[in-house]
């Protein structure tokens, strides 16, 4: 009995102590919760709502990255049926279970659901989310339309990806003037023609006795900078050309040759329509860095005026730095018909250079692409085949073409001319979960507020901001937006805004980023 009664005694102790422990506790968090309500009520009221747009702004941002996902499939049984299939291998189950124990268990649904699937929670059981309507769209963008900063062409076509039709258009059929959206159509008839993991080789081959040949592929993103620290993908490189044809040479006792540069690959002129322009380097199949005689890596730069040679140069000084001396200066050369290839490097694939063309609206990288689409085609690598060639992948796309001019991969060229209606189409045929090989062109797009071209546009509009995905185009007098968006209902559509005759660069943008925020604010019933 003392034993127990010393026990008891001892229980109720720790008892007292956990309820004091508790308390304690309690009131501390009471403590901070009253500091944080008194320090949010002394922020200035424009700060709070700062921070308030920011948070939906971010959440926003998370729903488009999840309707990103959602549009990747194609999907079965809420996996992609690819990542099915190799599971399948590997574990010679159907796929569909993975678990060693695929007992049932109860799953979630999605977040957003894949596109065109049914969804849970609507009115009356299972539904999709809610169709936009002509009429409702009208009344949000028809006024909008009619804004004084527009010129006097302007044109309109919003789609909706799950049903694949037209939900909005004003004179969508009208060809127009695009600029660099343009580039839209560029990087579907690269991807249809050539495929997203299509790579573009530089080689050096022999090119006779002691002599070498660097011949250009049509890479405009080979560099001859350090590479960069930590980069996931980097490059072609002509430092890391330079050092496997260096250890190529000696393994044949050859320390002193001489050096041609081969740019057979393109025809045609390498100068513009528009002539010398800081927005793009002569077109050319060889150079390093877009000939760029700065450090910049994107936006208007001065330029080398024969990209190839100084890029022959800049190699030439890279095998000398190696222990391989190049006799006299490069010349432009032809490799032989059977070449004998010392080294190659090899560009990143297809997919990243649409990627990047597209949020930096990179002209070079458009041409080059427009010419991998000729190569493709076996159309001459030159513009007047390039343009051949994009009208021949969208033709197959069975896309609308009536009007349209392809005068340049870049849209510098005013000749081009192209369709609200054919804008709209390309991006919907890139987000169609039967064409996954376009899908870069969706990716690629600017984010509202926060990448590429679109990083300095929708400030305040917080509709717009991080829901908005979109290609420019800016000329002298035009001004196109074509995109994505997730409207207020969390369906997808695509849209594409064009207008010509403009007075106020800035203030037609402005009117331009209104209709798509308009669009993402819209359940438009």
Not at 191 to 198: Q, Y
Not at 328 to 338: C, Q, Y
Request: charge should be neutral.
């Amino acid at each position: 009995m003392p034993e127990t009664r010393t026990w008891q005694v001892r229980w109720q102790s720790v008892q007292r102590s956990a309820w004091a422990a508790t308390r304690a506790a309690g009131q501390r968090a009471q403590a901070a919760a009253d500091a944080a309500r008194q320090a949010w009520q002394a922020i200035p009221r424009h700060t709070q709502q700062t921070w308030q747009l920011t948070a939906v702004s971010a959440a926003t941002g998370l729903a488009v990255a999840i309707a990103a996902v959602a549009a990747a499939g194609p999907w079965d049984s809420g996996q992609r049926t690819a990542e099915r299939a190799e599971a399948a291998v590997m574990d010679g189950a159907s796929g569909e279970h993975h678990a060693a124990d695929p007992g049932a268990r109860p799953s979630a649904p999605p977040v957003l659901p894949a596109l065109g699937a049914p969804t849970h929670g609507a009115a009356g059981g299972r539904g999709a989310a809610p169709v936009p309507t002509s009429e409702g769209l009208g009344d949000a963008l028809d006024p909008l339309l009619e804004d004084p900063a527009l010129g006097t062409l302007r044109t309109a076509s919003v789609l909706d990806v799950a049903a694949g039709r037209e939900v909005y258009g004003a004179g969508q059929t009208k060809a127009a003037t695009p600029a660099s959206t343009v580039k839209i159509a560029t990087a579907v008839a690269a991807l249809a023609t050539r495929g997203p993991d299509h790579r573009i080789d530089t080689t050096v081959v022999m090119g006779g006795r002691n002599r070498i040949v660097l011949v250009g592929g049509g890479d405009p993103t080979l560099t001859a900078r350090a590479p960069r620290q930590n980069a996931a993908d980097q490059p072609a490189n002509l430092r890391t050309l330079a050092d496997a044809t260096a250890r190529a040479l000696q393994r044949r006792h050859l320390t002193k040759i001489s050096l041609g540069y081969d740019t057979s690959a393109y025809s045609g002129p390498v100068e513009h329509p528009i002539g010398p322009n800081e927005n793009l380097a002569p077109v050319t199949a060889l150079m390093a860095d877009e000939a760029r005689l700065d450090d910049s890596e994107h936006g208007p730069a001065p330029r080398e005026a024969d990209p190839a040679e100084a890029a022959a140069r800049t190699f030439a000084d890279l095998l000398h730095q190696r222990g391989i001396s190049v006799d006299g200066e490069p010349s432009a050369a032809k490799a032989p018909a059977r070449p004998d290839r010392l080294a190659a490097v090899h560009s990143l694939p297809l997919s990243a250079l649409v990627e990047r063309m597209l949020t930096y609206s990179d002209n070079d990288i458009a041409e080059a692409l427009a010419r991998q689409a000729a190569i493709g085609s076996r159309q001459p690598a030159s513009f007047a085949g390039a343009g051949k060639a994009v009208r021949t992948a969208l033709a197959r796309l069975r896309l609308p073409l009536s009007g349209a001019v392809f005068a340049d991969g870049s849209g510098l060229d005013r000749a081009d001319r192209v369709s609200a209606g054919l804008l709209s189409r390309l991006l919907l045929a890139a987000s169609a979960p039967d064409h996954s090989a376009l899908r870069p062109v969706v990716t690629g797009l600017p984010v509202a507020a926060f990448t590429g071209t679109l990083s300095n546009r929708y400030a305040g509009q917080s509709a717009g901001a991080g829901a908005v995905r979109a290609k420019t185009g800016t000329l002298t007098g035009v001004n196109t937006l074509a995109g994505t968006v997730v409207d207020a209902d969390g369906r997808l559509l695509v849209f594409a805004f064009m207008t010509t005759g403009t007075t106020d660069a800035q203030g037609a943008q402005r009117a331009l980023d209104n209709l798509a925020s308009a669009v993402a604010n819209c359940g438009c019933r």
